[in-house]
């Protein structure tokens, strides 16, 4: 940070336009007073006040922690609700300023880092976040550039679920997706209404990369889902209902979906393809001109604080690899097969990537696949 | 006809019974009726979340329906004075207001509103001297009204319209030679005639306002409305705890709606 | 019989909203739809008119579209007819105003729930279980265009009846008794009479109707599960999904282009059902 743009933290502080602890944040000197040995916890945790927004997806957090930070700082939460990362995406890049904190998956990561939506996070604001406890492969998830932009919330995979009472025959690949429902299966089964995913299992089916954006490859993968669309039963991210109720027999989902109807009704199980697929992982990220920065660091921290962790995984049901949480959960927990599969069925899973969620051509073949 | 007319009041009555019999269900899921049991209620009014999107979008609601009855009964009342062309256009505009997709006015609404917003703010910079703009406006409450004023005034300045072509000119003229000021014969004819309009326009624009999802999901900022934070609920597995809500906001729709038609009848009445 | 100053005064904040939300917005679209998708999508400044060349590659959905607003808009017509009559010409009194009130109620709930409920009345463990139960064999329904078309009907037949009503509500009983007197049977004096005199509302009801469906695309999503692909979603998509908000905003000037000629049509319609009407 320059002098001028110093200057201008100063006079804003002056107005009262950042707190005092967002001006420490920014201008460094928080930073350089921990360099020094002089902790603003205490004294400064008292500054926090106002609201702290946080966008993130529907049943994702825990309401007792929200209630906890509160109660701790001061700071009310508010929740912004979406249903997708591109819906997320797409009110950021029209304009909208107001989050402090949003809860992107890996893909979207990039996105926002390149356009300026987020910062490189000040770990030292996030005593709570230990890098060294989290897998290495999602630790660099978070990273762009060489910075860390995002800490890790849940991970998870997606795969298909299949109702085994309806679905007789063995069922452990991408090619028992597509040929089943081109056969015996079909009008029972259904898709995401996902481009990354549909269209990434497609390119799996041939056997390319799930994140390919490969003309002649998309052109095969196209040619496949085009086949594919008249015996589906829907193409969908609202899914459940159809399988609960029986009128869907296959669906490719997310392990979180799976979790849930199996826990409702255990003839429903997961299946991760043995050609592979796609493991994800949701992050916090900042962003860079939220309007309570130094509250947005506060709730990261409370979230990532491993006892109010556990709570977080009992709200979301997904898989954390924090390995200080995964001491305090319940054994059974990490033998979990939908939470936490084997090794050799994680292995040759890929994580989603920014260019294929943006790639025009694989959006333009879901939109065919749609209105075909 | 009789026994038609009853069959499509079941059709319409359908839905309406699976979403308030559900909303009783025990069970976890709607694929079957376990029994009797308050819990998603217990669930919704305990999520401060729902709570919030309700208030939320019941405030908008009532705001958008005062705005655009004030704005669509003066535009009503004024295009009766103005030249074909001006009224053509308006009308125009006010159809076209209605017939736009909600996903195109909404985005470019967010899009437009948020120069606007950095425009205001730089220029006031500018004038105060500041080195930097400092964050004046934001979205809200203030943007989802503004938003839904447009189609909501368009209705409420077609209900009035029809209102006012029954109005009989003889009466005017008669209040023109009784009191002295036009203005006044606005305010002691006109006015009073269109009351039952303008509490059908204001109710209509309440329930289309209350109900509205795309232009909120965009101009809504960090607040979503009850239809914004339903939609996203839905998006990744729903519960009963929506048909909890949804029962509610019937109950609270009943309730507005009757209150307000009895207003409108002895308006009526009195006419 | 109002001053013109007075009337200046009383369109302004008319003016005001149109500007702030309707005419900055459409122009925004507008500049919008002359731009480039930026690589990580949204917009990009260009000036090209290549989307609205693109815009061909959503006909699929433009055909669907107007297929189903068409049909869903004629069976909603259909529908509506007899029961307005029957409101119009059969009750009176308070009776009549409770019975269009309870038209409209269902109509005051939340369209997301009712729409949702649809979704379980017509899934498999809603109307098809119990057509199995009577005997009358499988049935499926969820995701189709038959529960697309369901859940279109319902949405806007409360509209229907309710515009059919003040069309209907405007033939005078003693024509109806005219010409019931001159040896008409009641059904013969419907399609005789009623009809013709109502045209004109019949039109405009059909135009307005067929406009509004056009733009619709949550039923299709809820109820057509991806397998019903409306050009409202394909706009939806195109914003939300693949954020090419240029071809987006050229999909919908598109879109509001068709329905500003519908609008057109049906006023030119309504003036020659009026003449004949008065000719009749």
Same mark, same amino acid.
């Given at each position: 940070?320059?002098?001028?743009?110093?200057?201008?933290?100063?006079?804003?502080?002056?107005?009262?336009?950042?707190?005092?602890?967002?001006?420490?944040?920014?201008?460094?000197?928080?930073?350089?007073?921990?360099?020094?040995?002089?902790?603003?916890?205490?004294?400064?945790?008292?500054?926090?006040?106002?609201?702290?927004?946080?966008?993130?997806?529907?049943?994702?957090?825990?309401?007792?922690?929200?209630?906890?930070?509160?109660?701790?700082?001061?700071?009310?939460?508010?929740?912004?609700?979406?249903?997708?990362?591109?819906?997320?995406?797409?009110?950021?890049?029209?304009?909208?300023?107001?989050?402090?904190?949003?809860?992107?998956?890996?893909?979207?990561?990039?996105?926002?880092?390149?356009?300026?939506?987020?910062?490189?996070?000040?770990?030292?604001?996030?005593?709570?976040?230990?890098?060294?406890?989290?897998?290495?492969?999602?630790?660099?998830?978070?990273?762009?550039?060489?910075?860390?932009?995002?800490?890790?919330?849940?991970?998870?995979?997606?795969?298909?679920?299949?109702?085994?009472?309806?679905?007789?025959?063995?069922?452990?690949?991408?090619?028992?997706?597509?040929?089943?429902?081109?056969?015996?299966? =079909?009008?029972?089964?259904?898709?995401?209404?996902?481009?990354?995913?549909?269209?990434?299992?497609?390119?799996?089916?041939?056997?390319?990369?799930?994140?390919?954006?490969?003309?002649?490859?998309?052109?095969?993968?196209?040619?496949?889902?085009?086949?594919?669309?008249?015996?589906?039963?829907?193409?969908?991210?609202?899914?459940?209902?159809?399988?609960?109720?029986?009128?869907?027999?296959?669906?490719?989902?997310?392990?979180?979906?799976?979790?849930?109807?199996?826990?409702?009704?255990?003839?429903?199980?997961?299946?991760?393809?043995?050609?592979?697929?796609?493991?994800?992982?949701?992050?916090?990220?900042?962003?860079?001109?939220?309007?309570?920065?130094?509250?947005?660091?506060?709730?990261?921290?409370?979230?990532?604080?491993?006892?109010?962790?556990?709570?977080?995984?009992?709200?979301?049901?997904?898989?954390?690899?924090?390995?200080?949480?995964?001491?305090?959960?319940?054994?059974?927990?990490?033998?979990?097969?939908?939470?936490?599969?084997?090794?050799?069925?994680?292995?040759?899973?890929?994580?989603?990537?920014?260019?294929?969620?943006?790639?025009?051509?694989?959006?333009?073949?879901?939109?065919?696949?749609?209105?075909? | 006809?009789?026994?038609?007319?009853?069959?499509?009041?079941?059709?319409?009555?359908?839905?309406?019974?699976?979403?308030?019999?559900? =909303?009783?269900?025990?069970?976890?899921?709607?694929?079957?009726?376990?029994?009797? =049991?308050?819990?998603?209620?217990?669930?919704?009014?305990?999520?401060?979340?729902?709570?919030?999107?309700?208030?939320?979008?019941?405030?908008?609601?009532?705001?958008?329906?005062?705005?655009?009855?004030?704005?669509?009964?003066?535009?009503?009342?004024?295009?009766?004075?103005?030249?074909?062309?001006?009224?053509?256009?308006?009308?125009?505009?006010?159809?076209?207001?209605?017939?736009?997709?909600?996903?195109?006015?909404?985005?470019?609404?967010?899009?437009?509103?948020?120069?606007?917003?950095?425009?205001?703010?730089?220029?006031?910079?500018?004038?105060?001297?500041?080195?930097?703009?400092?964050?004046?406006?934001?979205?809200?409450?203030?943007?989802?009204?503004?938003?839904?004023?447009?189609?909501?005034?368009?209705?409420?300045?077609?209900?009035?319209?029809?209102?006012?072509?029954?109005?009989?000119?003889?009466?005017?003229?008669?209040?023109?030679?009784?009191?002295?000021?036009?203005?006044?014969?606005?305010?002691?004819?006109?006015?009073?005639?269109?009351?039952?309009?303008?509490?059908?326009?204001?109710?209509?624009?309440?329930?289309?306002?209350?109900?509205?999802?795309?232009?909120?999901?965009?101009?809504?900022?960090?607040?979503?409305?009850?239809?914004?934070?339903?939609?996203?609920?839905?998006?990744?597995?729903?519960?009963?705890?929506?048909?909890?809500?949804?029962?509610?906001?019937?109950?609270?729709?009943?309730?507005?709606?009757?209150?307000?038609?009895?207003?409108?009848?002895?308006?009526?009445?009195?006419? | 019989?109002?001053?013109?100053?007075?009337?200046?005064?009383?369109?302004?904040?008319?003016?005001?909203?149109?500007?702030?939300?309707?005419?900055?917005?459409?122009?925004?679209?507008?500049?919008?739809?002359?731009?480039?998708?930026?690589?990580?999508?949204?917009?990009?400044?260009?000036?090209?008119?290549?989307?609205?060349?693109?815009?061909?590659?959503?006909?699929?959905?433009?055909?669907?579209?107007?297929?189903?607003?068409?049909?869903?808009?004629?069976?909603?017509?259909?529908?509506?007819?007899?029961?307005?009559?029957?409101?119009?010409?059969?009750?009176?009194?308070?009776?009549?105003?409770?019975?269009?009130?309870?038209?409209?109620?269902?109509?005051?709930?939340?369209?997301?729930?009712?729409?949702?409920?649809?979704?379980? +009345?017509?899934?498999?463990?809603?109307?098809?279980?119990?057509?199995?139960?009577?005997?009358?064999?499988?049935?499926?329904?969820?995701?189709?265009?038959?529960?697309?078309?369901?859940?279109?009907?319902?949405?806007?037949?409360?509209?229907?009846?309710?515009?059919?009503?003040?069309?209907?509500?405007?033939?005078?009983?003693?024509?109806?008794?005219?010409?019931?007197?001159?040896?008409?049977?009641?059904?013969?004096?419907?399609?005789?009479?009623?009809?013709?005199?109502?045209?004109?509302?019949?039109?405009?009801?059909? =135009?307005?109707?067929?406009?509004?469906?056009?733009?619709?695309?949550?039923?299709?999503?809820?109820?057509?599960?991806?397998?019903?692909?409306?050009?409202?979603? +394909?706009?939806?998509?195109?914003?939300?999904?693949?954020?090419?908000?240029?071809?987006?905003?050229?999909?919908?000037?598109?879109?509001?282009?068709?329905?500003?000629?519908?609008?057109?049509?049906?006023?030119?319609?309504?003036?020659?059902?009026?003449?004949?009407?008065?000719?009749?």
């Amino acid at each position: 940070m320059d002098r001028k743009e110093l200057s201008v933290w100063v006079e804003k502080y002056r107005r009262g336009h950042i707190s005092r602890r967002g001006f420490l944040t920014v201008t460094g000197i928080g930073a350089t007073m921990l360099g020094m040995g002089i902790r603003p916890s205490r004294a400064l945790s008292q500054e926090l006040s106002g609201t702290v927004t946080l966008a993130t997806w529907p049943s994702y957090q825990n309401q007792a922690n929200l209630d906890s930070f509160t109660e701790k700082t001061g700071v009310s939460v508010n929740m912004a609700i979406f249903g997708s990362n591109e819906e997320m995406m797409a009110k950021m890049q029209a304009g909208e300023s107001g989050f402090d904190i949003i809860a992107p998956s890996q893909y979207a990561i990039p996105l926002y880092a390149s356009g300026q939506f987020i910062e490189p996070l000040d770990l030292s604001l996030l005593p709570n976040y230990d890098a060294a406890a989290v897998e290495p492969r999602f630790v660099e998830q978070g990273t762009f550039d060489g910075k860390t932009y995002a800490v890790q919330k849940n991970w998870g995979t997606s795969g298909f679920i299949i109702n085994t009472t309806m679905v007789t025959t063995p069922f452990t690949s991408v090619k028992d997706y597509f040929d089943g429902i081109r056969g015996p299966y =079909s009008g029972y089964g259904v898709a995401l209404d996902h481009p990354l995913d549909t269209v990434g299992f497609a390119l799996k089916y041939h056997g390319y990369s799930f994140n390919s954006v490969d003309e002649a490859e998309l052109k095969k993968a196209e040619e496949l889902l085009l086949e594919t669309k008249p015996h589906l039963y829907a193409v969908t991210t609202d899914f459940q209902p159809m399988m609960s109720s029986g009128d869907a027999s296959i669906a490719m989902g997310w392990s979180f979906n799976a979790m849930q109807l199996h826990r409702d009704m255990p003839e429903i199980q997961y299946v991760i393809a043995k050609e592979g697929g796609e493991i994800w992982c949701d992050f916090y990220v900042i962003t860079r001109n939220g309007p309570n920065r130094a509250a947005a660091y506060a709730l990261v921290n409370h979230l990532l604080d491993p006892a109010n962790n556990v709570l977080e995984f009992e709200a979301h049901g997904s898989a954390i690899s924090d390995t200080r949480v995964l001491a305090l959960l319940p054994p059974e927990v990490q033998t979990d097969p939908i939470l936490y599969p084997a090794k050799e069925l994680l292995d040759p899973l890929e994580f989603g990537i920014a260019e294929a969620m943006s790639n025009p051509l694989r959006n333009e073949i879901m939109a065919r696949f749609k209105s075909a | 006809m009789r026994a038609f007319s009853l069959f499509i009041f079941l059709f319409l009555y359908l839905p309406v019974a699976v979403i308030v019999v559900f =909303s009783f269900n025990a069970a976890p899921n709607m694929s079957a009726f376990t029994g009797l =049991s308050l819990r998603w209620y217990a669930k919704a009014f305990s999520n401060p979340l729902a709570i919030a999107a309700l208030t939320n979008s019941i405030v908008i609601a009532l705001c958008s329906a005062v705005v655009s009855t004030a704005i669509g009964s003066a535009v009503a009342i004024g295009l009766m004075g103005t030249s074909r062309t001006t009224r053509i256009v308006v009308q125009s505009l006010m159809m076209l207001g209605l017939a736009v997709p909600g996903i195109v006015i909404g985005l470019a609404s967010l899009v437009f509103f948020s120069a606007a917003f950095s425009g205001a703010e730089q220029a006031v910079a500018m004038l105060a001297g500041w080195e930097q703009a400092a964050k004046l406006f934001s979205f809200g409450r203030p943007t989802v009204i503004a938003a839904h004023s447009l189609f909501c005034t368009a209705l409420v300045v077609e209900v009035i319209s029809l209102r006012l072509r029954q109005l009989n000119p003889s009466w005017l003229e008669a209040s023109n030679d009784l009191y002295a000021g036009r203005g006044e014969t606005l305010w002691r004819v006109v006015v009073p005639f269109i009351v039952p309009a303008m509490v059908a326009g204001g109710l209509l624009s309440f329930v289309l306002s209350f109900d509205e999802f795309i232009i909120a999901f965009f101009v809504s900022g960090t607040k979503p409305t009850l239809p914004v934070y339903m939609f996203a609920s839905v998006k990744r597995g729903a519960t009963p705890e929506l048909n909890a809500i949804a029962t509610s906001m019937l109950t609270i729709s009943i309730l507005v709606s009757v209150v307000a038609f009895s207003f409108l009848r002895r308006g009526q009445a009195r006419a | 019989m109002l001053q013109p100053r007075m009337a200046r005064l009383l369109l302004l904040p008319g003016y005001a909203l149109l500007a702030l939300t309707l005419i900055g917005p459409l122009i925004t679209t507008l500049v919008i739809s002359l731009g480039r998708r930026a690589p990580s999508g949204g917009y990009e400044t260009a000036l090209s008119i290549e989307n609205f060349a693109s815009v061909l590659s959503r006909s699929t959905a433009f055909l669907n579209t107007v297929q189903l607003s068409a049909f869903g808009a004629a069976i909603c017509i259909l529908a509506a007819i007899p029961v307005a009559f029957f409101i119009a010409k059969h009750l009176k009194g308070s009776v009549r105003y409770t019975v269009l009130f309870l038209v409209v109620l269902p109509f005051f709930t939340s369209f997301v729930a009712r729409t949702y409920a649809w979704y379980f +009345a017509l899934g498999g463990r809603g109307l098809p279980a119990v057509l199995e139960w009577i005997g009358l064999g499988r049935f499926r329904f969820l995701n189709t265009d038959f529960a697309v078309a369901i859940g279109i009907i319902y949405a806007y037949l409360p509209i229907a009846i309710l515009m059919l009503f003040v069309a209907f509500d405007r033939i005078g009983d003693d024509l109806l008794e005219a010409s019931n007197d001159l040896g008409r049977g009641k059904v013969e004096t419907f399609f005789s009479v009623v009809i013709p005199l109502a045209m004109p509302g019949l039109i405009s009801t059909y =135009s307005l109707l067929f406009i509004l469906l056009s733009g619709e695309y949550l039923i299709p999503m809820l109820l057509g599960g991806g397998k019903v692909y409306f050009i409202g979603n +394909a706009i939806v998509d195109l914003f939300l999904q693949s954020r090419n908000w240029p071809l987006g905003s050229a999909v919908a000037i598109s879109l509001m282009s068709m329905m500003i000629v519908v609008a057109f049509l049906s006023q030119i319609f309504q003036r020659m059902a009026n003449r004949d009407g008065r000719i009749g």
